[in-house]
């Protein structure tokens, strides 16, 4: 029997139904808040709730086009999105897709699902330390300097500067860079996106500061790119029988209304705050990977722990999930409340003043 024979769909009860429809929610909010596609939320959200690897990543990236559909349009409306940019990143990063998706099969052939969701899990740890780490200590010195646009990156200023054929001129990004920088970029977007099924860790931070574009069209325009790689991926994945149709429709209904409140954030926050948002739940997120380890590792027989210290390793990555969902929430809403009273009182003081 192969690894693939051997996943099983978990049973579904009211209590996974309503926390699966909170976890898509508050994916789909901070979706449409930093355009990361919400997957490192929502894939280890499943995986704490038994979810195998493999499933929760293919159902999440089955999930993810309609939504980044939605996310894309809404912030194209608000004259954030770059379509041509994440075009031709998306070009790339479908292959980086099926690679990925290839590299998972094997995994699943030769160790299991207990092999897949080390490998998932491990990799979730490795990518959210050292982007979240960078991205939230670049949020705090952006605030610190006063909260406006972050300057765009000396590494990218270099590489807009090197005239390597075809150029290629985004105009809402405001920026003309060759064609070749934009490869790698979206390539490993796709990679990541097939093994965690999250682009956006490699996507937004890319455009960034290595592209060159603002946090804002970085964020929205990865929303085009999660579009074309969750139908690629989807499609693949299907082919496949990874795919839990009912996890899809859950997570997707809480995503969509997530999705848009968290677009409609995104005009009344400043750049740094989408970074630091980004930054620190990551950092929760990795914490909670980083605990269920111990469980894959004694599954796979590398190591021997007893079931009691498992279940309790498990149980507080279960617990650092919900810490992470509710302060993702809770700093976006916030920020978003501030900021509106801001600008209301604002408004208030300029009527009466000029009455």
Not at 11 to 36: A, E, H, K, R, Y
Not at 67 to 88: F, S, T
Not at 157 to 185: C, D, E, H, Y
Not at 303 to 329: H, R, W
Request: net charge positive.
């Amino acid at each position: 029997m192969n690894g693939m024979e051997q996943i099983q769909f978990i049973d579904l009860n009211l209590t996974v139904v309503i926390f699966l429809f909170l976890v898509g929610f508050i994916g789909g909010l901070v979706s449409g808040f930093i355009g990361s596609g919400g997957a490192f939320v929502l894939t280890p959200g499943m995986m704490s709730m038994g979810v195998a690897g493999p499933v929760a990543v293919a159902s999440n990236m089955c999930h993810k086009f309609p939504k980044a559909m939605v996310g894309a349009y809404k912030r194209y409306k608000y004259g954030q999105v770059d379509i041509k940019l994440g075009l031709v990143m998306a070009a790339s990063a479908i292959i980086g897709v099926l690679i990925g998706i290839r590299v998972q099969e094997k995994i699943l052939a030769l160790w299991g699902e207990a092999g897949s969701n080390l490998y998932i899990s491990m990799a979730f740890v490795i990518v959210l330390v050292v982007v979240g780490g960078y991205v939230f200590k670049d949020a705090l010195k952006l605030r610190k300097s006063g909260g406006g646009e972050a300057p765009v990156t000396k590494l990218a200023q270099k590489l807009q500067s090197i005239n390597l054929p075809p150029m290629v001129n985004f105009g809402t990004a405001n920026l003309r860079i060759s064609l070749w920088f934009t490869i790698p970029v979206g390539f490993f977007t796709g990679m990541l996106a097939a093994t965690i099924a999250v682009g956006g860790f490699i996507g937004v931070p890319g455009m960034i500061y290595v592209v060159g574009a603002s946090g804002l069209v970085s964020s929205a325009t990865e929303l085009v790119i999660a579009f074309v790689m969750g139908l690629g991926g989807s499609i693949k994945w299907a082919t496949i029988g990874m795919v839990d149709i009912r996890l899809t429709l859950i997570i997707l209904a809480g995503s969509l209304l997530g999705v848009q409140l968290g677009a409609i954030g995104t005009t009344h926050v400043k750049d740094y705050m989408i970074k630091f948002v980004m930054g620190t739940i990551m950092l929760i997120v990795a914490v909670s990977r980083g605990l269920a380890i111990p469980k894959y590792l004694t599954d796979l027989e590398i190591i021997s722990l007893t079931a009691g210290t498992n279940q309790v390793l498990m149980t507080a990555s279960f617990i650092s999930m919900c810490i992470a969902l509710g302060v993702g929430a809770l700093i976006i809403l916030g920020a978003m409340w501030k900021s509106i009273r801001s600008e209301a009182k604002t408004e208030a003081i300029a009527h009466y003043g000029k009455v």
